[in-house]
Every structure is written in structure tokens, then in C-alpha cells.
């Protein structure tokens, strides 16, 4: 599996550690506008002091660079540049870099080592871990890719003051996520130092950051290639949130946002099906409401969605499958499973209606 370092700077000694990995230096450096504005100068000084050959390559910082076309131009620089086998890759930035600069890295002479440098909250604890790399198709998002796991993950912390507190909420679902599917003590800290992590500091955000990846690094060692229902367990309210981002047109919700809400119904289902006691699931949402949103939100995108509707996306979403959902549970806080069978819709609806209840109740936006 992969090395995952977790420093301030996470670049220190760092030829020391390609060489303790056989990683060659020689690197091309994807960033996107917005990493290479923040970190460019720092990192590319950084790597050519411990002589590194260095290749740059720049991509708009949005979404639909995860595309073909910009796969192609970026193939087109690493060729003129005489890039071979003998080269690694390094993915400085989101999401949207880490999966691109992934799928270059599997792809380009049939597969040249990766290591994400992830600099949002999202892909240090979700998305640079795990192996699965993507480029969107016109057709759907992140269908065409590998699995191809980083030989390094380099976390540092520290890079995260620049970014947005939107996209701070949105990755702190994601961490809190691991509370709920994997480990009690951890939601117990998140509980506690809730405040201290969204604000960034020390030592709890590094702590936050370093139990969240090692989740995530454990459940995918445990299940690779999604096998034995274990790593679908990582899709805890995301079978909510898939549909709640469809209905935004996946423009208008933030993927964490969704998965904040999505998380809350799930939680209520779990309950409601019998799984989850009601104190807990209480104690989850009373975690869940310390999340922020942006003004409307919620109103917009949550509570004037008819529950048929979200339904529906929720559903179209896999219509390639058996047209049946699959909701991950909780048996208690700090420990989901897959629940194979079939869940009646009028549960399901019951738990949508009663998640729109509760984020009425606690938000008057
Ligand atoms: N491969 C996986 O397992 C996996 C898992 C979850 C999500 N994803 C993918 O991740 C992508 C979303 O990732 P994301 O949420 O990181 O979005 P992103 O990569 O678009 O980054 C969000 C924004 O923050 C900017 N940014 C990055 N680091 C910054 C910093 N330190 N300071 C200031 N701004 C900074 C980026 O330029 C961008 O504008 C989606 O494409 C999704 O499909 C992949
Ligand atoms: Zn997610």
C-alpha cells in the first residue's frame, strides 16, 4: 500500500524518501492555477535544492479539467519534454488534480509511479487515498480510469489556511464520516474539538487528518477492489448525497454539503429500520448540526426537493445496476455495514421527511 506522511513541511528530505521508495527524481509536477499560485514556487524550489529534474504542467482549476482532451494536451508536454518510464508524477492540489494527475500517471507508457500531494481537506483524507484514479466522460462522471495506487501520499496540514471554509465543511464530512462508519473514539473526539478542527488548529487538525487517512488506507487495504461490501462502506450517505447532487445538477451543492445531508438520513434510517438506537442516532445528528452551509442552501437544494423527486435521482443514479438502492447502515456510532436487502421507499421517504424535519428545526436559513 501506499506511504503516507503526515509533516509540516511535508517536504522535508524529501530525495531522501523517493530514494528510500525507488523513486526516481525526475517529476512532473501537476498543479492546478490556484495550487501552482499558492505552492508552485515553494515546492518546484524545494525539489530542484535536492536535485530534482522537474517538469511543470498547469491545469484550470475546475472540474472538467478531469477531461480527455486535457489528458491529451498534458501527454502532448510529457512527450516534447522526453518524459519515459524512468519519470514519476506528482499531483499537487485537489481532487480534481490528485485524479487527473492519477490517470495520467496510470496511463501514459503504460503506467509511471504517482504521488499525490493533496492540498484540500477533501483529498487529504479522501480522494489522494485509495488507489482509484478518473477522467469524466461526457456521459458520467469519473467512468473512465484505474485503480492505481500512489506509491506516496504527502500530507501537510499546514497548506490548508488559504483554502475556503466551505471546502473545509466539506471535507470535514468526509472525516466525520470515518467517525460514524469506523471508529467511536474518533467521533468522540471530533465531538469534542469540532470547533478547534473547522478553525484549524494544532494538534487537532494534523490528528483529524492522520486518523481520517489511516481509515480510509485501512479499509481499502482490507478491500480493494470493493469485494466484500467493505469499501462500500466509505459510502456512508453518499446513496442521499448521489441524488442530492443530481438534482443540483451537480453544480449548486458541494459534494460534502450532499454528503453532510445525505449522512443525517442515513442516520435516520439506520434508526428507524431498527439498527441504530435512538440515542445514538441523536448523538450523530447533534455532530451533524455543527455543519455550516452557505445561506439558502439547505432551503434550495434539501428542503424544496420533494422526497419522490430526490428518490428518483437517487435511483437514476444506478440504472445500469438492478434499479435497486443500497444504503449503507449503522449498527452503532462507530461501525456500518452493507445492508444488502431491499429497503421499502416509503422508508426511505419517511427518512428523507424526517431529515428535512430535523435540519428545519435547527436552521432557520
Ligand atoms: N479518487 C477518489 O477516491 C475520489 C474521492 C472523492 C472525490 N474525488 C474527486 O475529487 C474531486 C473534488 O476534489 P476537491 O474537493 O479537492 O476539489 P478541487 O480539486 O476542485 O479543489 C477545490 C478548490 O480548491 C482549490 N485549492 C486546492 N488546494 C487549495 C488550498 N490549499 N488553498 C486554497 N485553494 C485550494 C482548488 O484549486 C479548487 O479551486 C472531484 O472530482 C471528485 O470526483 C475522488
Ligand atoms: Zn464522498
Request: contains cysteine; charged residues 25%.
Amino acid at each position: 500500500m501506499s506511504s503516507i506522511v503526515v509533516a509540516t513541511p511535508a517536504t522535508a528530505g524529501l530525495g531522501e524518501l523517493f530514494r528510500t521508495h525507488k523513486l526516481s527524481k525526475k517529476t512532473v509536477v501537476l498543479f492546478d492555477a490556484n495550487t501552482k499560485r499558492l505552492f508552485g514556487e515553494d515546492i518546484l524550489q524545494t525539489l530542484h535544492n535536492e536535485g530534482f529534474r522537474t517538469l511543470e504542467l498547469v491545469v484550470p482549476a475546475r472540474e472538467t479539467s478531469k477531461s480527455l482532451t486535457t489528458a491529451n494536451r498534458l501527454y502532448g508536454s510529457m512527450i516534447e519534454a522526453d518524459v519515459d518510464r524512468s519519470w514519476n508524477l506528482m499531483a499537487v492540489g485537489g481532487g480534481v488534480v490528485g485524479d487527473l494527475g492519477g490517470y495520467i500517471a496510470a496511463s501514459y507508457y503504460r503506467g509511471i509511479p504517482v504521488i499525490q500531494f493533496p492540498t484540500t481537506l477533501l483529498a487529504m483524507t479522501d480522494s489522494s487515498i485509495g488507489g482509484k484514479v478518473a477522467i469524466n466522460h461526457p456521459l458520467g462522471k469519473n467512468l473512465i480510469g484505474f485503480f492505481h495506487l500512489p506509491e506516496l501520499i504527502l500530507i501537510d496540514p499546514s497548506r490548508l489556511k488559504t483554502l475556503p471554509l466551505r471546502e473545509i465543511y466539506s471535507g470535514m464530512a468526509e472525516v466525520v464520516k470515518y467517525g460514524f462508519i469506523a471508529d467511536a473514539a474518533f467521533l468522540a473526539l471530533l465531538e469534542e474539538h469540532f470547533t478547534d478542527i473547522v478553525a484549524l488548529q494544532e494538534p487537532w487538525l494534523s490528528e483529524a487528518v492522520r486518523k481520517s487517512a489511516g481509515t480510509k488506507e485501512d479499509v481499502v487495504r482490507r478491500d480493494f477492489r470493493e469485494m466484500n461490501g467493505l469499501r462500500a462502506t466509505l459510502n456512508f450517505g453518499h446513496t442521499f448525497a448521489h441524488g442530492l447532487e443530481k438534482s443540483a445538477e451537480y453544480r449548486h451543492i458541494g459534494h460534502g454539503e450532499a454528503v453532510t445531508i445525505g449522512m443525517a438520513c442515513a442516520l435516520i434510517l439506520s434508526r428507524d429500520l431498527g439498527f441504530l438506537n435512538g440515542q445514538e442516532c441523536q448523538r450523530g445528528l447533534n455532530l451533524i448540526n455543527r455543519f455550516r452551509f452557505p445561506k439558502g442552501l439547505l432551503k434550495k437544494r434539501f428542503l424544496a426537493i420533494d422526497g419522490p423527486t430526490l428518490l428518483h435521482n437517487m435511483l437514476s443514479d444506478k440504472k445500469k445496476l438492478d434499479r435497486k438502492l443500497r444504503f449503507v447502515l449503522l449498527k452503532q456510532l462507530g461501525e456500518a455495514f452493507l445492508h444488502e436487502k431491499d429497503v421499502d421507499d416509503t422508508q426511505v421517504l419517511d427518512a428523507i421527511e424526517k431529515a428535512k424535519e430535523f435540519f428545519s428545526l435547527k436552521r432557520p436559513d
